[in-house]
């Protein structure tokens, strides 16, 4: 069973809608979806986070610090979920903030990184992204302990898989 955690962007204690696309491309048949909420409650994002098969919502919080406006505590706060999880798929959103966290976390663990995806196979390891101004779409294969990469807003449709999350 394969362990994927999804950075969840908030605001004001709401899921921002493009994050239901990357829930639905994170899930598969044998992998446990995880999703991290960073500096949000995560019990008023609970709701809508099981509607999209989020098993298990984890609360990342900077143990009284302001996550929200340091990228790096927040970066660093998100490898020891990794490690304390053992997830080694980390997926988000592809914005601005999401690529900017992303390239942190990769950037400290020494692991490979692809942004702007448009979709996404866990078990190969491999994501789909575009090239040449979407003139070329190329597959890459990802290799190293932790696999993290950001999905383009968008690009993939939600689809709701409800469980009971945890």
């Given at each position: ?5 999804v ?10 809608a ?9 899930r ?6 995880y999703?991290f909420v ?5 019990q ?14 984890i ?12 990228p790096?505590l927040q970066?660093?706060a998100?490898?020891a ?6 997830t ?8 601005s903030?999401g ?5 942190r976390?990769a950037a400290?663990?020494?692991?490979p ?5 448009l979709?996404i196979?866990?078990?190969a390891r491999?994501?789909r992204k575009?090239?040449?101004?979407g ?8 290799n190293?302990e932790y ?10 449709e ?7 999350a945890e």
């Amino acid at each position: 069973m394969t362990k994927l955690a999804v950075l969840i962007e908030t605001t004001d204690n709401e899921v921002k809608a493009a994050n239901f696309g990357v829930l639905t491309a994170a899930r598969g048949e044998g992998h446990e979806l995880y999703a991290f909420v960073v500096g949000a409650d995560a019990q008023s994002c609970k709701g809508e986070l099981e509607k999209y098969g989020a098993a298990k919502i984890i609360s990342i919080t900077g143990g009284g610090a302001d996550l929200s406006a340091q990228p790096d505590l927040q970066a660093k706060a998100i490898i020891a979920a990794l490690k304390e999880y053992e997830t080694p798929v980390l997926m988000a959103l592809g914005s601005s903030k999401g690529n900017d966290i992303l390239a942190r976390v990769a950037a400290k663990l020494k692991a490979p990184l692809a942004v702007d995806c448009l979709s996404i196979d866990c078990s190969a390891r491999t994501v789909r992204k575009p090239y040449f101004a979407g003139k070329t779409i190329a597959t890459l294969k990802l290799n190293g302990e932790y696999f993290i990469c950001a999905i383009r807003p968008n690009a993939v449709e939600p689809v709701q898989a409800p469980v009971e999350a945890e």
